[in-house]
C-alpha cells in the first residue's frame, strides 16, 4: 500500500465554522485542533500544514460542565520574580472571551512552529459576526 505525500500547496483550503454556543468547550477544541492539523482527512501529511482554516462564533458563550466556570484558573507568568498571575475563567469572559477557546485549543496543538502556523489559522470572535463569509465556512454541528 502507497502512502500519499501532500504538500501545502496542494492541499485543499477548507473553512470550517463553529458556533462555541452549541459546543461544550473541551469537546470542541480537540476537534478544532483535528481539523488544524488536517488528522480528520485521509491525505494528513505530518510535517505539512494541509488542515482546514476554522471560525468560531459566540465564544463569550462557550459552554462548559460542572463548575468549571466558577474554579478554572488561568495562569501566566509576568517575568518578574513571584509574578505568577491566576485569572478565574469568570473574568476573562468578561474581558477576553475569545481566549478561552484560543487557550483551550492552543493547548492542543503541536509545541513547534508548525502548530503556530496552524493556530494562526484559528479565528475566534466573541459575538455571532465575523468577516469570512466570502471563504463561505461549512457550519460543524453539535453531535
Known sequence: MKSTFV????????WLLYDA????????????????MGKDRPTY???????AHVVVINAAQARTTGIKAQTKTYAHY???AGGR???????VRATRPEDIVSLAVRRMLPKTRLGHDMLRRLKVYPA??????????????PR
Open 45 to 51: 501529511t505530518a510535517g505539512q500544514l494541509t488542515g
Open 128 to 141: 455571532g459576526e465575523h468577516p469570512h463569509t466570502a471563504n463561505k465556512p461549512v457550519k460543524v454541528s
Open 78 to 80: 509576568t517575568g518578574y
Open 21 to 36: 454556543s452549541e459546543h461544550t468547550l473541551g469537546r470542541m477544541a480537540s476537534k478544532i485542533a483535528m481539523h488544524l
Open 85 to 91: 498571575k491566576d485569572i478565574s475563567m469568570e473574568r
Open 7 to 14: 504538500r501545502t500547496a496542494q492541499a485543499q483550503e477548507r
